[in-house]
């Protein structure tokens, strides 16, 4: 029967055990992320090019990601981007958006997929060392709509407001974690 000084022991040695294996996982909290340079302190963010028919949505992505910036950073925002020491630049490049449930008593669409592919590039101004980089960033978005023509009323506006807010979102996130 062993001692409980022994059980003890052991139970010290199994949690540095634990604790030296997990301490390398890689795993960190979200939001936390150091990934951008130590010296960044200001942000410019470019308008947005657009490939698309959807004006409202190219023009709203780049003061959504902004704001998101603000909120989630202590980045400050300038707009000229000769003074910035960063410069995010973008352009959307595809949208998609197609009914993907269909009420089966009508046949008619009560929810859209929306499918935003843009492009994202955060360069540092004074080395032009890209920092961020993404060709094809995709996020995709569903919106419900009426099934009933009597009731129906564009929804399109707000659906855009969503989706760039779930743009500016996903980009943020995408940059501070290197996802």
Not at 90 to 117: C, H, K, M, Q, W
């Amino acid at each position: 029967m062993k001692s409980a000084a022994s059980r003890d022991r052991q139970g010290a040695a199994a949690a540095v055990f634990l604790m030296l294996v997990t301490a390398g996982c890689g795993y960190h909290i979200a939001g936390r992320g150091e990934l951008l340079p130590k010296s960044l302190k200001t942000i410019a963010i470019q308008p947005f090019g657009n490939a698309t028919l959807r004006y409202k949505l190219a023009r709203l992505l780049p003061s959504d990601i902004g704001r998101e910036l603000i909120s989630r950073t202590k980045y400050s925002l300038i707009e000229d981007t000769n003074q910035a020491d960063a410069v995010l630049s973008g352009s959307l490049v595809n949208y998609f958006a197609y009914p993907s449930v269909i009420d089966p008593a009508t046949s008619r669409a009560t929810t859209v997929e929306v499918v935003t592919i843009t492009t994202i590039t955060l360069t540092e101004r004074s080395s032009g060392k890209v920092l961020f980089t993404r060709p094809a960033f995709e996020v995709r978005q569903h919106y419900e709509i009426t099934g009933d023509p009597k009731a129906y009323f564009d929804e399109s506006g707000t659906a855009m407001e969503r989706i760039s807010k779930d743009v500016a979102r996903s980009v943020v996130s995408a940059i501070l974690e290197a996802f």
